[in-house]
């Protein structure tokens, strides 16, 4: 991916992994390779769309991001300081630095009912995270704060004493919304988080998110498997699939001249409204589902569902590199879709 | 349509909660032929999912009751009937399949014999002939490897397979009618094409009727006939899915359809409808979506808008709004 200045997010190399513990005898048995060696680069202001299929590794991959989960090895570099290293210590300068750094990356949970404490008020949830890292904003400044936050996002100022259950759920992704701006991040993770809202509510909702990385220089990470709203948002789009990147490029790039089988799969998957008006393509249907991340398959992880494999693609495994066109692809055998895909048409 | 198959005739449907009656179906009438697929569309709180419900007999009771209209399927009507001939029709003539597939299988039974159990119980078929039965399904649904996988758990399934498992259930006594209930929601992209396809292959290999329920305007497009938008519990447009899509006369259909980036249309700032989905609790008088209505005007808070016939289709389509010939004009007019 070209970025045009230093990137606010680099990721090099990441990969995260959990132990699988028999039940019985406490020992380790296995692992899943969530995240197997991953790499990108996201500049400042801009968004990254992050798409696959469930179980591709997505949410794994913003969690250890964040720091939820500790990478086994790999390099997350925000503002060009590895926050992997820095972590794992609990005082000193190094754990000062992290602090400082961590509240500047933020995240946008799915579900808007179960992301907010029920017993805590709008304000409350808000200023909380205030109480938690002293010194972003002083305590008399809290109420107004708390106002300009809600104004922002959409929401009443006047209703900032009620309770979660007394919003809708599109408020209440806007309650959420405000909380993760509250320490001021450049970097927003939003995982699915528009993806349990009514379609009216979600266009809302995307709107307000494309709103306030204009006025705030906001970059996100985007993560949703609907990839219509993926183009609509991003200007960069990855492809995950089973815990690797199979094809990275501008929004363009991907959506109109995909060259990865998988990356055409999905597209061609995606249901359109009109389709006695839509351009005549050609239906990937993928057979079968996803494989289990425990054991992948050897080579190139997708080579069991393509329709294109070799036996190269089982011994050899393709790496992410420029290979047609111009933008990476990890496939041996990268080809231009065959029938045009659906235009992009203009830019936002 | 000479002889529906099913006649859904001012069907109301109210929940008693600790805070008030509320109209989930509000006098819902739609028909449905034999071979037909009708899409019934809308966001939460629409009704669209309790429609099929009283269809199937499951509206849940006692909170939940059908208070008016007539569900006439096959010339007679499913209310009146003793709930022992509803039972007969479930299964035989009428089939559903529900949004979450892991809560409607039970879990510690295998697959295979949760889908004999059917041939068992209704047509009497022996041990040996009800898994023979159960596998030919399995493999009819796309299920691979279905010999072997007719003695695994659901838990041992994905969520499209067990989708596919679900289906299977529901086809293994050839129902002359199909309700699915958002089938594709709680599954990723690529499976969903897989199920949509499946659906759209049995539909017109069995010439059954379908009922597909979703909140997603653009999956059920390739394979319903018809559509039928509902909002606040009422029909709000009704007519073929295409003049429904292209000639719009509903304010609210016209702002679902903006408010959805698509794949192949310009990425510009969405026009979303204001406002949120309403409360059942407190409707406003006359038209229910009136408040997040660009052009509502006085009438619409006196009189509730019928349904009636869109002058491009007036035989098929038909739409709830005082506007609607306003709405259809700047529709045409892009």
Known sequence: MSSPAEPLLSVRDLHTSFPIHSALLRRKVGEVHAVSGVSFDLPAGRTLGLVGESGSGKTTLARTVIGLERPRSGQVLFDGRDLVTLSGRRRGAKAAELRRIRRQIQMIFQDPYASLNPRLTVRQIISEAWMINPGVVPRHRWTAEVNDLLARVGLNPDHADRYPHQFSGGQRQRIGIARALALRPRLVICDEAVSALDVSVQAQVLNLLVDLQADLGLSYLFIAHDLSVVRHISNQVAVMYLGKLVETGTTDQIFTAPVHPYTQALLSAVPVTRPWAAPPRQQIILTGDIPSPVSPPSGCRFRTRCWKAQPRCASEEPVLAHRLGDHPSACHFPELPAQPQPAAVGAR | ?334
């Open chain 2, 1 to 334: 349509m000479d002889h529906p198959l099913l006649s859904v005739q001012d069907l109301t449907v109210q929940f008693r909660t600790r805070a008030g009656t509320i109209t989930a179906v509000d006098r819902v009438s739609f028909d449905l032929a034999e071979g037909e697929t009708l899409a019934i569309l809308g966001e939460t709180g629409s009704g669209k999912s309790v429609t099929a419900q009283a269809v199937m007999g499951l509206v849940p009771r006692p909170a939940g009751q059908v208070t008016g209209g007539r569900i006439i399927y096959d010339g007679t009507d499913l209310l009146t009937r003793p709930p022992s001939e509803a039972r007969r029709l479930n299964g035989t003539e009428l089939a559903m399949v529900f949004q979450d597939p892991l809560s409607s299988l039970n879990p510690v039974l295998r697959v295979g014999a949760q889908i004999g159990e059917l041939f068992r119980r209704r047509r009497g078929a022996s041990r040996a002939e009800a898994r023979r039965k159960a596998i030919e399904l399995m493999d009819r649904v796309g299920i691979p490897a279905a010999a072997r996988r007719v003695d695994d758990y659901p838990h041992q399934f994905s969520g499209g397979m067990r989708q596919r498992v679900m289906i299977a259930m529901a086809l293994a006594l050839q129902p002359r009618l199909l309700i699915a209930d958002e089938p594709t929601t709680a599954l990723d992209v690529t499976v969903q094409a897989q199920i949509m396809a499946l659906l759209a292959d049995l539909k017109a290999e069995h010439r059954m009727a379908m009922i597909l329920i979703s909140h997603d305007l653009g999956v059920v497009a390739g394979v319903a006939d018809r559509a039928m938008l509902m909002y606040a519990g009422r029909v709000v447009e009704t007519g073929e899915l295409r003049e429904v899509y292209e000639t719009t006369a509903h304010p609210y259909t016209r702002g679902l359809m903006a408010s959805i980036p698509e794949l192949d249309g310009p990425r510009e700032r969405l026009q979303p409808i204001p406002g949120a989905p309403p409360d059942l609790m407190r409707l406003p008088s006359g038209c229910p979506f009136r408040p997040r209505c660009a052009y509502a005007t006085d009438i619409c808070a006196s009189q509730p808008p019928t349904l009636a016939a869109v002058p491009t289709r007036p035989d098929s389509h038909r739409a709830a709004c005082h506007h609607a010939e306003e709405v259809l004009a700047d529709v045409v007019a892009g």
